[in-house]
């Protein structure tokens, strides 16, 4: 029996979601695409449902593909999947720690991958001290929470650093000094003079610039690591209902 795949995606037809439904259909994965903002939530004692046009969602795997602008109700729909015990790709705690730059770049620090210098500005007045922190000017001010460079400036001057960091914590934003890595302009890996380093990470990356630039079937990847994690939840269910009929016997 075909495994089942659901892929949440907002858009069916772009380059990204086309390619994983492809790849994972031709490892022999019967996959359905469904918006994530169409779903009914039932919570209850015993898991919960889903829903979709009145009738359950039933599947052994979910793909989720959610857009910065739906992070709150998609991580909601991603959590209770993950409570009926689906194999996820990416978990929700996983898009919630991507989606805020301090909390992913703490994380990619504590497991020794390399960083900008970053500084999480409190107050206003530590502007300068932080920016001496980062190396001076230029430097880059942004919000921990952004996609697609919205709310990222690069600034020349402490004073328009501060002035930044000001209006931001006034907004309620919460405001990054961050190292510019001149020789390694706006990307999120950066090849700096002291070896590479990762700006952040993106829970749904689009596939198409990586899969052109590297020559690498990014899709076919990630369908594969889903199928083996199929695999392996599989034997783990059976092997837990063999010990319970042996508990039994």
């Known amino acids: 029996m075909e495994s089942r795949l659901v892929v949440l995606s907002r858009g069916p037809e772009l380059y990204s979601t086309r390619r994983l439904v492809r790849e994972s259909e ?5 996959v359905r695409v469904i918006d994530p903002l169409t779903l009914t939530l039932v919570v209850e004692q015993d898991g919960g449902k889903i829903l979709h046009g009145g009738w359950p969602v039933e599947c052994d795997a979910i793909l989720p593909r959610i857009g910065y602008s739906i ?3 998609g991580v909601a729909v991603v959590r209770q999947f993950e409570q009926k015990g689906v194999v996820v790709v990416n978990p929700s705690e996983s898009i919630l720690n991507s ?3 301090l909390v992913a770049c703490q994380m990619m620090v504590n ?4 960083v900008p210098i970053t500084a999480h500005v409190g107050a206003w007045e530590d502007t300068g001290r932080s920016v001496n922190r980062v190396g001076g000017c230029p430097c880059v001010v942004k919000s921990t929470e952004g996609t697609h460079g919205s709310g990222v400036f690069l600034v020349r001057s402490e ?11 006034e907004r309620g934003m919460r405001p990054l000094v961050q190292e510019y890595i001149q020789e390694s302009h706006g990307v999120d890996m950066l090849l700096s003079e002291r070896g590479p380093l990762v700006l952040e990470v993106n829970s749904s990356p689009g596939l198409e610039g990586i899969e052109k630039a590297t020559g690498v079937n990014v899709a076919r990847k990630v369908a594969e690591f889903l199928k083996e994690n199929l695999e392996i ?8 209902d063999n010990k319970s009929i042996n508990l039994k016997k």
Not at 111 to 114: A, E, F, Q
């Open 26 to 30: 031709d490892i022999g994965l019967a």
């Open 71 to 73: 992070t709150r109700r």
């Open 159 to 169: 004073q328009q650093a501060r002035q930044l960091v000001y209006q931001m914590l």
């Open 111 to 114: 497991d020794k991958v390399p």
């Open 233 to 240: 939840s599989t034997k783990e269910i059976k092997n837990s």
């Open 99 to 101: 989606r805020d730059k």
